[in-house]
């Protein structure tokens, strides 16, 4: 029988989204100003990622991130769920994040919206305790879909 270990683990990410779509086209009324995003706005994010590691193969954790789209800054709060599929010095990775983001647009108290981002990659293990991240995938939120492009260190 084996046990398992459960310990703690965190990264710190940093990411550039690419803007690709806004499938969401608003019938205009009288108080609209807008989309959330204006035009079509690549974006910035810089996360804090604290969580547990289950195995070394599941990683669950609670992220908080900061955001930049253009002119427009605000922030995040999320799930994030992590599988890697070896422990091999190199291996696949595979992430979803799940929670809410709020930016300080247009709009009075600004807009707050579901955020949904699946990205892939790799891991590559520098050492026993850190490891580099590269990733990439698709991001759903306010009204468009982003391609991220992520580094990030794991401890």
């Given amino acids: 029988m084996t046990n398992a270990q459960i310990r703690y683990t965190a990264k710190v990410e940093a ?9 969401v086209k608003v019938d205009p009324g009288p108080d609209w100003r807008g989309y959330q995003l204006d035009k ?32 427009i800054d605000g922030y ?3 799930c994030d769920l992590e599988c890697i599929t070896s422990k091999d010095k190199v291996s696949p990775l595979f992430n979803l994040k799940i929670g809410r983001s709020h930016i300080n647009n247009q709009y009075d108290d600004g807009s707050t919206d579901s955020l949904v981002d699946f990205t892939a990659g790799v891991e590559h293990r520098i050492s026993k305790k850190i490891s580099l991240q590269y990733k990439a995938g698709f991001r759903f939120v306010h009204q468009s879909i982003f391609l991220p492009i992520r580094m990030n260190v794991r401890f």
Wanted: hydrophobic share 35%; aromatic share 18%.
């Fill in 15 to 23: 990411g550039y989204e690419f803007f690709l779509s806004r499938p």
């Fill in 40 to 71: 079509e706005p690549n974006g910035l994010d810089v996360s804090v990622i604290n969580g547990l590691s289950f195995n070394e193969y599941l990683r669950l954790g609670l992220g908080v991130g900061y955001l930049k789209y253009g002119k």
């Fill in 76 to 78: 995040s709060i999320f």
